[in-house]
């Protein structure tokens, strides 16, 4: 069986780290959304040959350290499916280590796409049972769409879309790992936080405008080096016209919304100027 899909990138819409847990994990309380921007995954189950996964990115794993890869290998244990020799392709147009969920959503989009390919062996709580294990964000990517998560980001509730917007993305020429900047965090420092439930009433009414000005995420209080290229991406974007702007998940990767498309295009020409990573729908 072959299989052609999409792996959409997540961008938050708010950010907030709770406490830290005795697992090491954090506690959160965020607000998800799918970014327009995707990987594209070529999936053939029956090659005969040993399980393979291979991109257009070299330095990506190419074994059971490649989290698409680690969910087909969870989707058949837990099935108790035999692998008939497992080929991935990804396309990684989603940058990596930036804060997108990239790697999860490649995860989640494996495990859908299988579980679908097979005639729907697991039902929903396996699937996002699975989810959980192989990344905190990994679950908001099975589900999609717009999303409050809480916990690890395995706790979800669906919320009404996004209203209809330009995003403009830009990811300055760092890496931030996801452990290293947890490990920077600590909560009893964290004065401003998100105004979650101004968000929510925000999305329930479709005010665009008033969701964008209560962008937030609690990272940004605790960025090592890359602030300036942080703050100088949300000041361009906001120079043009974007009605708010915010780095998205543990960065460095920011964004911006518009309700203007001539305004976001500007803005991704300007940014484009100073750096190679810049997206816009
Ligand atoms: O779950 P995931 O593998 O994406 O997490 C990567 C790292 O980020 C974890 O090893 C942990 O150090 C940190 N993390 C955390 N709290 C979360 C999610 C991730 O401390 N809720």
Same mark, same amino acid.
């Given at each position: 069986?072959?299989?052609?899909?999409?792996?959409?990138?997540?961008?938050?819409?708010?950010?907030?780290?709770?406490?830290?847990?005795?697992?090491?994990?954090?506690?959160?309380?965020?607000?998800?959304?799918?970014?327009?921007?995707?990987?594209?995954?070529?999936?053939?189950? *029956?090659?005969?040959?040993?399980?393979?996964?291979?991109?257009?990115? #070299?330095?990506?794993?190419?074994?059971?350290? &490649?989290? %698409?890869?680690?969910?087909?290998?969870?989707?058949?244990?837990? %099935?108790?499916? *035999? #692998?008939?020799?497992?080929?991935? &392709?990804?396309? +990684?147009?989603?940058? !990596?280590?930036?804060?997108?969920?990239?790697?999860?959503? &490649?995860?989640?989009? !494996?495990? +859908?796409?299988?579980?679908?390919?097979?005639?729907?062996?697991? /039902?929903?709580? *396996?699937?996002?049972?699975?989810?959980?294990?192989?990344?905190?964000?990994?679950?908001?990517?099975?589900?999609?769409?717009? %999303?409050?998560?809480?916990?690890?980001?395995?706790?979800? +509730?669906?919320?009404?879309?996004?209203?209809?917007? +330009?995003?403009?993305?830009?990811?300055? #020429?760092?890496?931030?790992?996801?452990?290293?900047?947890?490990?920077?965090?600590?909560? #009893?420092?964290?004065?401003?936080?998100?105004?979650?439930?101004?968000?929510?009433?925000?999305?329930?009414?479709?005010?665009?405008?008033?969701?964008?000005?209560?962008?937030?995420?609690?990272?940004? &209080?605790?960025?090592?080096?890359?602030?300036? /290229?942080?703050?100088?991406?949300?000041?361009?974007?906001?120079?043009?016209?974007?009605?708010?702007?915010?780095?998205?998940?543990?960065?460095?990767?920011?964004?911006?919304?518009?309700?203007?498309? /001539?305004?976001?295009?500007?803005?991704?020409?300007?940014?484009?100027?100073?750096?190679?990573?810049?997206?816009?729908?």
């Amino acid at each position: 069986m072959k299989a052609t899909i999409e792996a959409r990138a997540k961008i938050n819409i708010t950010l907030d780290i709770l406490s830290r847990r005795p697992d090491g994990y954090h506690e959160m309380r965020m607000i998800m959304t799918e970014a327009p921007l995707c990987d594209i995954i070529s999936i053939d189950t *029956q090659t005969g040959a040993r399980d393979v996964i291979s991109s257009n990115l #070299s330095f990506l794993p190419s074994d059971g350290r &490649n989290v %698409a890869l680690a969910a087909a290998h969870r989707f058949f244990e837990s %099935a108790s499916i *035999q #692998s008939g020799g497992i080929s991935i &392709n990804i396309h +990684k147009r989603i940058p !990596v280590a930036a804060g997108l969920a990239g790697g999860s959503s &490649n995860a989640a989009a !494996v495990l +859908k796409a299988l579980n679908e390919m097979y005639g729907n062996p697991l /039902d929903r709580e *396996q699937l996002f049972a699975i989810a959980a294990e192989i990344g905190s964000d990994v679950p908001f990517c099975l589900l999609g769409g717009t %999303a409050m998560a809480e916990g690890r980001g395995e706790r979800l +509730k669906p919320l009404p879309s996004l209203p209809d917007c +330009k995003i403009v993305l830009c990811k300055p #020429s760092l890496s931030f790992s996801t452990r290293a900047m947890f490990e920077k965090i600590d909560c #009893s420092r964290i004065r401003n936080r998100p105004d979650t439930e101004g968000v929510l009433k925000a999305l329930e009414s479709g005010d665009l405008g008033g969701i964008a000005r209560r962008l937030y995420n609690v990272f940004e &209080n605790f960025l090592p080096e890359g602030k300036r /290229d942080i703050l100088s991406i949300k000041t361009m974007m906001l120079d043009e016209g974007a009605l708010g702007a915010v780095m998205s998940g543990s960065g460095p990767t920011v964004y911006g919304i518009f309700n203007n498309s /001539d305004y976001a295009k500007r803005a991704y020409d300007k940014l484009r100027e100073n750096y190679l990573t810049v997206f816009m729908n």
